[in-house]
């Protein structure tokens, strides 16, 4: 029986988790103008073969609707959902980053 064929040079995903208020009436524009600067800044990354050469980054969405206890379920959803999270990008406001960062102490995650 033959083995599958191993691809040596396939590069790792590393994902980022994203929490962002994308439907929450006039704060939202902050999530919506914010999430595509973060997807540049992968997209950069990914293209540039000098940096984190053996990796891919991807970024997961949530919506974080602008409120605490949305952030914190998100949080805990993505954390306990494959794939691995490697880092956070947001919550962008108070509302959210206070409770999500005093709970992210616990998991090994850039934030």
């Known amino acids: 029986m033959a083995l599958p064929a191993v691809n040596a040079n396939a590069k790792k995903t590393l994902t980022i988790a994203a929490f962002q208020p994308l439907t ?3 704060i939202s524009f902050l999530g919506i103008v914010t999430l595509p600067a973060g997807q540049l800044a992968i997209n950069d990354i990914n293209a540039r073969p000098d940096i984190l050469p ?3 980054l991807t970024m997961e969405v949530w919506d974080t609707q ?3 206890w949305v952030s914190v379920r998100s949080f805990i959803e993505a954390i306990n959902h494959p794939p691995i999270k490697i880092a ?3 919550p ?3 509302v ?3 409770p999500v960062a005093s709970i992210t102490k616990y998991w090994n995650l850039i934030t």
């Open 96 to 98: 959210g980053s206070r």
């Open 88 to 90: 956070t990008f947001g």
């Open 24 to 26: 929450s009436g006039p």
């Open 66 to 68: 602008y409120k605490p």
């Open 54 to 56: 053996d990796y891919n």
């Open 92 to 94: 962008l406001t108070t």
